[in-house]
């Protein structure tokens, strides 16, 4: 199984401020197939269900604003949001879908300073 | 647009059986795969099983494997999970969630249902 691991656990940023989240995969998630990185971002606001954010490592899903973005390839990757709203409070799960079993990184819990 | 409503939750005891059912609507159900993924009270995610559109092709996460059993029935838009032989480790909200990519088995979900709740307790 590839391990997904997140870090920081939790953030505490500025409104307006930059976040930045980080994740590593146990093993590559680019595809020499296609050239793409099998790798998503999602957004769980308090009792709410996931949303995705990303995927394909850097594209945004629909409606997702643009302050949100994503990069790296292999076997480490980075989501930003370049400038904290009050909205984005929320737990970030980043997410391998290279191969099944499927899995999530543990979270990181981005909070308002 | 997209609605997935999850149903059947409750408590049940260790070692019992348990159906939860997922409602969709709003797409062509029967040209996506989908999914189960479930979160622990206060935990994070864990993937369960993905079933492909036709319901020809599984794949379970190694916790669950043998003992739960996703399936489908595309002329009623309804996607099931079968879960026997329960444990305590098995409580969680349960969340049906859709394929992305309009394929036999998209691996990367983007709507997901409100969830149902599972707990295992005697």
């Known amino acids: 199984d590839i391990v997904m691991t997140q870090s920081p656990d939790s953030l505490t940023v500025s409104l307006g401020e930059r976040a930045t989240i980080n994740c590593r995969s146990s093993q590559s998630l680019l595809s020499r197939s296609n050239n793409m990185n099998y790798l998503g971002w999602f957004q769980q606001k308090p009792g709410q269900p996931p949303k995705l954010l990303i995927y394909w490592a850097s594209t945004r899903a629909s409606g997702v604003p643009d302050r949100f973005s994503g990069s790296g390839s292999g076997t480490d990757f980075t989501l930003t949001i370049s400038s904290l709203q009050a909205e984005d409070v929320a737990v970030y799960y980043c997410h391998e879908y290279y191969s099944a079993p499927l899995t999530f990184g543990g979270g990181t819990k981005v909070e308002i300073k | 647009q997209v609605q997935l409503v999850e149903s059947g939750g409750g408590v049940v005891q260790p070692g019992r059986s348990l159906r939860v059912s997922c409602a969709a609507s709003g797409f062509l159900f029967s040209t996506y795969g989908m999914h189960w993924v479930r979160q622990a009270p206060g935990k994070g995610l864990e993937w369960v099983a993905l079933i492909s559109d036709d319901g020809s092709n599984t794949k379970y996460s190694g916790s669950v494997r043998g003992r739960f059993t996703i399936s489908r029935d595309n002329s009623k838009n309804m996607l099931y999970l079968q879960m026997n032989s329960l444990r305590g480790e098995d409580t969680a909200v349960y969340y049906c969630?859709?394929?992305?990519?309009?394929?036999?088995?998209?691996?990367?979900?983007?709507?997901w249902g409100q969830g149902t709740l599972v707990k295992v307790s005697s």
């Open positions: 969630a859709k394929g992305l990519m309009e394929t036999p088995m998209s691996y990367l979900t983007d709507y």
